[in-house]
């Protein structure tokens, strides 16, 4: 029976991934995911520095490894010699579990590392933003690799929040 299950999950795994919405002229081929995009804001006692310190300390509790930033704003500001808003792209990897997603499909490369921003908005308002896999896509992948790829999930979404509440 946990053949088959597995059997099932990686067909259905398959299938999403054959989902092709076209090639194009330079031969290039693209698959339909779904996906979703997690935000929270963060509290106005909140400061921009204190959410990406809450953020960093979160993912270390949750052993996920930060891999680099982008400090997005400070390259506009650089190239447009005016004040940015600011908007920073954090990156965070467990590569046992990469690892897993990748031998599972090598699409799934396309999703990390994992990353978060925090965001200033045109009010002045601050979020953390996330791209998340769909769960239907995380639910058909092999049974190991699924749960390290939830515990993964769950750990980028308690990190949002305590980065929204300057959790330390």
């Given at each position: 029976?946990?053949?088959?299950?597995?059997?099932?999950?990686?067909?259905?795994?398959?299938?999403?991934?054959?989902?092709?919405?076209?090639?194009?002229?330079?031969?290039?081929?693209y698959t339909d995911?779904?996906?979703?995009?997690?935000?929270?804001?963060?509290?106005?006692?909140?400061?921009?520095?204190?959410?990406?310190?809450?953020?960093?300390?979160?993912?270390?509790?949750?052993?996920?490894?930060?891999?680099?930033?982008?400090?997005?704003?400070?390259?506009?500001?650089?190239?447009?010699?005016?004040?940015?808003?600011?908007?920073?792209?954090?990156?965070?990897?467990?590569?046992?579990?990469?690892?897993?997603?990748?031998?599972?499909?090598?699409?799934?490369?396309?999703?990390?590392?994992?990353?978060?921003?925090?965001?200033?908005?045109?009010?002045?308002?601050?979020?953390?933003?996330?791209?998340?896999?769909?769960?239907?896509?995380?639910?058909?992948?092999?049974?190991?690799?699924?749960?390290?790829?939830?515990?993964?999930?769950?750990?980028?979404?308690?990190?949002?929040?305590?980065?929204?509440?300057?959790?330390?």
């Amino acid at each position: 029976m946990k053949k088959l299950q597995t059997l099932i999950a990686i067909l259905s795994l398959a299938f999403v991934q054959l989902a092709f919405a076209g090639t194009d002229k330079a031969g290039i081929s693209y698959t339909d995911v779904k996906l979703q995009i997690a935000r929270i804001q963060v509290q106005e006692s909140v400061s921009f520095d204190d959410a990406v310190e809450s953020l960093k300390l979160r993912a270390n509790q949750h052993n996920l490894k930060f891999v680099g930033a982008n400090q997005l704003w400070k390259e506009i500001e650089a190239l447009t010699g005016k004040p940015s808003k600011r908007m920073e792209i954090f990156n965070f990897c467990d590569g046992l579990t990469a690892n897993k997603m990748f031998t599972a499909d090598p699409m799934m490369i396309a999703f990390m590392p994992c990353r978060i921003a925090i965001i200033e908005d045109a009010t002045g308002k601050r979020w953390v933003i996330s791209m998340m896999m769909d769960l239907k896509l995380i639910k058909a992948m092999p049974a190991d690799t699924r749960k390290a790829a939830e515990k993964v999930m769950a750990a980028m979404k308690d990190m949002m929040v305590a980065a929204s509440k300057g959790d330390l």
